[in-house]
């Protein structure tokens, strides 16, 4: 790799590292249902701007409107919403630990229906994610009873699940499709449709969000986190083999667990730590000489705020 490439992957995963803890600051900030919905809104607007600079198709085909609304409730709803909801509960740097299960998850469902052969060394790996999440989840385990906390990390699992899923649909529907264009429509349909939904449960309080100081986090985490991350990660994997590129930024997680540790004063236990170093080797095993078949990563992962 070269040092313009090298570069980007640092960026990217700072960014993306980064993420989770302004995410979860702005939680407190905003109402998270008009949050995570105006933060798509303008990351979709985002990639429209850059997708029409490039002289790109912007509008879908007539048949494609219905696997566009699938994919969308899927990504946003089943991932975004229910990211949302769940890091009010869990720390940030824990959130990105339990949602990067997903290449573990993938593994499974790529057996069951994509027919990718699930071979011993995925089920290796599988079993280092389940080590970790066990490592994660011991100290609730040890009395269980159901509390918000517990629940928003099983929720973040789930997210994690749905993040594999939605990749898998991805797989099987969009395989040849320009990727840009595609997460524009997720983005914008699936904003909307959140929108909607929290207008009817959350009220609007114009203090906030003419806050030019709220305004500036929000705009950074649409505009850098979610939109401009993506153009950049897209540049990445157009540079580098896909495994490489995949691999390269499972860094991610370990930085939000860092990043939450410096700079948000969340705990480091001595059980999130072990949980997060399974995890990260049960993704690698899960990856590891997968270049060809693992292109479904490539996909899922500009997905991944």
């Given at each position: 790799m070269n040092i313009r490439v090298v570069s980007a992957i640092t960026v990217l995963c700072l960014v993306w590292g980064s993420l989770w803890g302004l995410i979860k600051f702005s939680l407190h900030i905003f109402p998270p249902f008009q949050f995570i919905s105006v933060r798509l809104i303008i990351a979709a607007l985002t990639l429209?701007?850059?997708?029409?600079?490039?002289?790109?198709?912007?509008?879908?085909?007539?048949?494609?409107?219905?696997?566009?609304?699938?994919?969308?409730?899927?990504?946003?709803?089943?991932?975004?919403?229910?990211?949302?909801?769940?890091?009010?509960?869990?720390?940030?740097g824990l959130s990105a630990v339990l949602v990067f299960t997903m290449p573990i998850f993938i593994g499974v469902l790529a057996h069951y229906i994509l027919k990718e052969r699930l071979n011993a060394q995925k089920i290796v790996g599988l079993f280092f994610g389940?080590?970790?999440?066990?490592?994660?989840?011991?100290?609730?385990?040890?009395?269980?009873?159901?509390?918000?906390?517990?629940?928003?990390?099983?929720?973040?699992?789930?997210?994690?699940?749905?993040?594999?899923a939605t990749t898998i649909y991805i797989k099987k529907n969009f395989a040849t499709y320009d990727k840009v264009k595609l997460t524009i429509w997720q983005m914008l349909i699936g904003g909307i449709i959140i929108l909607f939904g929290a207008l009817l449960v959350e009220p609007i309080d114009l203090h906030i969000w003419m806050n030019p100081w709220n305004d500036s986090i929000l705009f950074y985490v649409s505009i850098i986190g979610t939109g401009a991350a993506f153009a950049l990660w897209n540049w990445i994997v157009t540079q580098v083999d896909t495994f490489v590129a995949s691999i390269s930024i499972m860094s991610i997680p370990i930085l939000s667990l860092f990043f939450g540790y410096v700079f948000w004063d969340e705990p480091l236990t001595l059980n999130i730590m072990i949980g997060a170093v399974f995890i990260c080797i049960g993704i690698i095993l899960s990856s590891f000489k997968l270049k060809t078949k693992q292109k479904v990563q490539t996909i899922s992962l500009d997905h991944q705020h």
């Open positions: 429209l701007i850059v997708q029409r600079l490039l002289n790109r198709s912007i509008l879908p085909e007539k048949g494609d409107w219905g696997k566009l609304l699938i994919s969308s409730l899927m990504l946003c709803v089943g991932f975004y919403a229910t990211q949302t909801f769940a890091m009010q509960f869990v720390d940030s389940v080590l970790g999440l066990v490592s994660i989840l011991w100290t609730q385990l040890h009395d269980i009873h159901m509390n918000l906390t517990l629940l928003g990390e099983l929720g973040l699992i789930f997210v994690g699940f749905m993040w594999a």
